[in-house]
């Protein structure tokens, strides 16, 4: 994901590119090479380059210390998702950045997917009437370079921060089987989630599909959508007519920076608060002890 962050950063009107950094010092030169900017084997060397904001896209173990130096510099940090490893580091990040008073997004990439923004309206408008159940299947292809994590974590935060987003509510309860078949961690699983309101949501992921599948399914009281992520479709069924959604699609990516840039220049609330993005992975590690434990779990 930092290879994108470049690439994307060094397009970006109105943005310097100042420079990467990462341990594997010919990858980092490589993506400076690339994208015009200078490489750095230790990114304590980077923050010491007077920058107004940074994207911390490293191994989700490591995201703790790495923000928290940035921070400490009063820098501003997007930091890709999951927030952190714990709970408790992640309370740390977002304590640390409301004392330094920078703002911290987390990446959550598809808030910024034009189906899910659309999709977002129109449930606000009371298009869909009363949302009573949304689920998600997230499934593909294991990718070798996740090792600190299994899928709950990596892939499963993707859908519990849409649901509590679209919904506009937090989640309650979770419950989640899972098992393991090609990893050290969990590879496949089924999170079903409670939320504040009543309503229900079901995520199935894994590693093991042949074919990648992006896809939701949110069932309202007066229409059904379903929005395909890769596609950035949106299609809305309702008893008298199938309707597409008019999207303008557009990269998450770079909207998500495009929104991270407009927060830092004119002091704006991020869309994906660290709070938000604590949530998402409390769920998270609520889905994964209740696949250990068999048990209903409450997130408080």
Same mark, same amino acid.
């Given at each position: 994901?930092?290879?994108?962050?470049?690439?994307?950063?060094?397009?970006?009107?109105?943005?310097?590119?100042?420079?990467?950094?990462?341990?594997?010092?010919?990858?980092?030169?490589?993506?400076?090479?690339?994208?015009?900017?200078?490489?750095?084997?230790?990114?304590?060397?980077?923050?010491?380059?007077?920058?107004?904001?940074?994207?911390?896209?490293?191994?989700?173990?490591?995201?703790?210390?790495?923000?928290?130096?940035?921070?400490?510099?009063?820098?501003?940090?997007?930091?890709?998702?999951?927030?952190?490893?714990?709970?408790?580091?992640?309370?740390?990040?977002? &304590?640390?950045?409301?004392?330094?008073?920078?703002?911290?997004?987390?990446?959550?990439?598809?808030?910024?997917?034009?189906?899910?923004?659309?999709?977002?309206?129109?449930?606000?408008?009371?298009?869909?009437?009363? /949302?009573?159940?949304?689920?998600?299947?997230?499934?593909?292809?294991?990718?070798?370079?996740? &090792?600190?994590?299994?899928?709950?974590?990596?892939?499963?935060?993707?859908?519990?921060?849409?649901?509590?987003?679209?919904?506009?509510?937090?989640?309650?309860?979770?419950?989640?089987?899972?098992?393991?078949?090609?990893?050290?961690?969990?590879?496949?699983?089924?999170?079903?989630? &409670?939320?504040?309101?009543?309503?229900?949501?079901?995520?199935?992921?894994?590693?093991?599909?042949?074919?990648? /599948?992006?896809?939701?399914? /949110?069932?309202?009281?007066?229409?059904?959508?379903?929005?395909?992520?890769?596609?950035?479709?949106?299609?809305?069924?309702?008893?008298?007519?199938?309707?597409?959604?008019?999207?303008?699609?557009?990269?998450?990516?770079?909207?998500?920076?495009?929104?991270?840039?407009?927060? /830092?220049?004119?002091?704006?609330?991020?869309?994906?608060?660290?709070?938000?993005?604590?949530?998402?992975?409390?769920?998270?590690?609520?889905?994964?002890?209740?696949?250990?434990?068999?048990?209903?779990?409450?997130?408080?």
């Amino acid at each position: 994901m930092g290879k994108n962050h470049a690439r994307l950063y060094s397009e970006l009107p109105g943005v310097e590119l100042i420079g990467v950094a990462d341990t594997n010092a010919s990858l980092a030169a490589s993506v400076a090479r690339d994208y015009g900017c200078r490489p750095f084997a230790d990114y304590s060397a980077l923050l010491d380059e007077s920058l107004d904001a940074l994207t911390v896209a490293v191994p989700t173990t490591l995201h703790k210390k790495a923000a928290l130096d940035a921070i400490k510099r009063r820098i501003n940090v997007l930091v890709e998702k999951p927030i952190a490893d714990t709970v408790e580091n992640a309370d740390r990040m977002i &304590k640390a950045a409301r004392e330094q008073g920078v703002k911290l997004l987390v990446g959550h990439v598809e808030r910024f997917n034009p189906a899910i923004m659309k999709l977002k309206e129109l449930i606000d408008s009371g298009l869909l009437g009363e /949302v009573v159940s949304i689920s998600a299947k997230r499934v593909g292809l294991y990718n070798p370079r996740i &090792k600190d994590v299994g899928i709950i974590i990596d892939l499963g935060t993707h859908d519990i921060d849409i649901m509590s987003y679209l919904y506009g509510q937090k989640i309650k309860e979770v419950y989640a089987s899972a098992g393991t078949v090609v990893h050290s961690h969990e590879d496949h699983a089924i999170i079903t989630l &409670k939320f504040a309101g009543g309503s229900s949501g079901v995520i199935d992921t894994n590693w093991l599909t042949p074919h990648k /599948v992006r896809n939701l399914t /949110v069932i309202g009281s007066q229409a059904i959508a379903e929005v395909n992520y890769i596609e950035e479709t949106l299609r809305i069924f309702d008893k008298e007519w199938v309707r597409d959604a008019k999207i303008e699609k557009a990269e998450p990516l770079k909207l998500e920076l495009l929104h991270f840039i407009d927060c /830092v220049q004119h002091n704006k609330k991020p869309l994906v608060s660290g709070e938000e993005g604590k949530h998402a992975l409390e769920v998270a590690l609520a889905a994964v002890e209740s696949a250990r434990t068999g048990n209903v779990c409450e997130i408080k």
